[in-house]
């Protein structure tokens, strides 16, 4: 094997790992896309059906305290760690907390939605986001 083999064969690697990398994002981007339909279905199916939107608080990391948020939306765990805003927009309302969060409320962040819930978390319960939504739904103004 000579030195042009190596060269070739790291040359391969590089491509190959490449394409799965893409494949991978293409994927995810997907994933990102159908959850995103999901949200707005369900926004779209809360007003259609009257649910009231609650204003939002948040959870301190270490799970102490919880903070007022500006948001508007619906809790969609009995946690009350996920929600949906009015706007459609997925957050994890759990936040630093301290003193600031305290006086002025906390401002969590919207993060892309996953389309399993849980999925990879060490008590092993996951639920798939689209059921999650029909479950709140379902639940009507007495949800979570």
Do not use: K
């Not at 059921?131 to 007495?142: E, I, T, Y």
């Amino acid at each position: 094997m000579g030195e042009d083999d190596g060269l070739e064969w790291r040359e391969r690697q590089r491509r190959a790992v490449r394409a799965h990398a893409a494949a991978d994002e293409r994927r995810r981007a997907a994933e990102r896309a159908e959850a995103a339909e999901l949200v707005a279905w369900f926004v779209t199916e809360a007003t259609r059906r009257g649910l009231r939107p609650d204003r939002l608080t948040a959870r301190a990391y270490d799970g102490r305290g919880r903070y007022r948020t500006r948001l508007r939306g619906w809790y969609v765990d009995r946690a009350r760690t996920r929600a949906v805003d009015v706007d459609g927009r997925f957050h994890l309302l759990t936040v630093p907390g301290g003193l600031r969060a305290r006086l002025l409320g906390a401002e969590p962040q919207p993060s892309p939605p996953p389309l399993v819930i849980g999925a990879g978390g060490r008590d092993g319960e996951s639920i798939p986001l689209r059921a999650l939504l029909a479950r709140r739904l379902d639940a009507g103004d007495d949800g979570p």
